[in-house]
């Protein structure tokens, strides 16, 4: 099981914004190890959509933000819209287990 | 263009081995750290292994220490996964990603393979 528990689901109507939480302990986020997000369409691989906490790859939109604080990192998505329908993944280190960890993932569905 | 492209994935017995390859072209490879990394079917993501851009350091999930060797041929571009003594819960899509690494533990993946599916059952 994962260290970084983020919500199942959330939903969203067109134009909207929903906020994804990422939360961890001391032996990750809390540890000050930087947070990545990662969105999955439905059967695709995972493309990387903020690195370091708060920064987004070219061609990200920035509609996409994210952002770190204690324990715990979100990303948010403002003016949702249908092709953002996704998984989407936190990922850290965690000095407990000498590696890398992903969260548990988050379905977005746009209603 | 980055282009990863995985290889090697099927079906095989429990206790069985099967060698994933990643064949890489559009960047430099010998300069990027590389991970894999395994989604079991309908699950969430699990990172599985990393090597560093030189292949003198690696790292691996409990799990699959001891099981797994991951390398690399600067040479060829290649990544590879070698997986012994699977077991019906390494059943999954197998992902290769080009890794930027920015410090002794800040890694992420900026480029993703399709993946290949490997299936432990008898």
């Known amino acids: 099981q994962s260290v970084l528990t983020q919500p199942p689901s959330v939903s969203g109507a067109p134009g909207q914004r929903v906020t994804i939480s990422c939360t961890g302990s001391?032996?990750?986020?809390?540890?000050?190890?930087?947070v990545h997000w990662y969105q999955q369409l439905p059967g695709t691989a995972p493309k990387l959509l903020i690195f370091?906490?708060?920064n987004r790859p070219s061609g990200v939109p920035d509609r996409f933000s994210g952002s770190k604080s204690g324990t715990s990192a979100s990303l948010a998505i403002t003016g949702l819209q249908a092709e953002d329908e996704a998984d989407y993944y936190c990922q850290s280190y965690d000095s407990s287990l000498n590696g890398y960890v992903f969260g548990t993932g988050t379905k977005v569905t746009v209603l | 263009e980055v282009q990863l492209l995985e290889s090697g994935g099927g079906l095989v017995q429990p206790g069985g081995s099967l060698r994933l390859s990643c064949e890489v072209s559009g960047f430099t490879f010998s300069r990027y750290a590389m991970r894999w990394v395994r989604q079991a079917p309908g699950k969430g993501l699990e990172w599985v292994s990393v090597i560093s851009e030189s292949d003198s350091s690696t790292n691996y999930v409990d799990s699959v220490k001891g099981r797994f060797t991951i390398s690399r041929d600067n040479s060829k571009n290649m990544l590879y996964l070698q997986m012994n003594s699977l077991r019906a819960e390494d059943t999954a899509v197998y992902y290769c990603?080009?890794?930027?690494?920015?410090?002794?533990?800040?890694?992420?993946?900026?480029?993703w393979g399709q993946g290949t599916l490997v299936t432990v059952s008898s």
């Open positions: 370091v906490n708060n």
């Open positions: 990603a080009k890794d930027r690494r920015y410090s002794d533990y800040g890694y992420y993946s900026d480029s």
């Open positions: 001391s032996s990750n986020i809390g540890a000050t190890y930087d």
